[in-house]
T-cell receptor
């Protein structure tokens, strides 16, 4: 079935460090891929998305490239800030299942000054 | 254009009572998703609805839980005879149902069963 596997957390980084959060997927169809971010006490917000192979989604310094050959959508940021501390969720939706969304378990990131 | 509105934001119920969680989707959205987030856990899918139709309820517990999305008004997630294990944050998301479009999330309802 369709599913997302993302890197276990928690992740703790120093400010200005490089961030990678791994995400791989399994899909029966041709999925769209998303990264959502959840700040403490709030709902999920869309961070970026990619809808076809080799697309790169980017926002607020974060990037992720849709890699069909490795079924991956890893999230990266070159220099994290304290304000990036949050939980990050990788997700996919597959049109031929009625656009159901499947989420990973979330990766908690803490950035320390 | 208002976002996805969930209410109440916080709900306290005694064991055995009923909890009703409401979700008004974004304007123009006809599809609603409900998820449950337990402390220190990820997001668990519960149910996916279109107006007057349940598309996928494979994540709903077989007993005590039900959901609806009527033609008029908000989507309702109903939990009967709540137990302590139902304490969680419940998130609603809405979308157009179109391919390759994202879902937009509400702020969530935090249910505490005492």
């Amino acid at each position: 079935g369709d599913s997302v596997t993302q890197m276990e957390g928690p992740v703790t980084l120093s400010e200005e460090a490089f961030l990678t959060i791994n995400c791989t997927y399994t899909a029966t169809g041709y999925p769209s891929l998303f990264w959502y971010v959840q700040y403490p006490g709030e709902g999920l917000q869309l961070l970026l998305k990619a809808t076809k192979a080799d697309d790169k989604g980017s926002n607020k310094g974060f990037e992720a490239t849709y890699r069909k050959e490795t079924t991956s959508f890893h999230l990266e940021k070159g220099s994290v800030q304290v304000s990036d501390s949050a939980v990050y969720f990788c997700a996919l939706s597959v049109p031929n299942t009625g656009n159901q969304f499947y989420f990973g378990t979330g990766t908690s990131l803490t950035v320390i000054p | 254009n208002a976002g996805v509105m969930q209410n109440p934001r916080h709900l306290v119920r005694r064991r055995g009572q009923e909890a009703r969680l409401r979700c008004s989707p974004m304007k123009g959205h006809s599809h609603v998703y409900w998820y449950r987030q337990l402390p220190e856990e990820g997001l668990k899918f519960m149910v996916y609805l279109q107006k007057e139709n349940i598309i996928d309820e494979s994540g709903m517990p077989k007993e005590r839980f039900s959901a609806e999305f009527p033609k008029e008004g908000p989507s309702i997630l109903r939990i009967q005879q709540v137990v302590r294990g139902d304490s969680a944050a419940y998130f609603c998301a809405s979308g157009t149902g179109g391919s390759r479009t994202e879902a937009f999330f509400g702020q969530g309802t935090r249910l505490t069963v005492v």
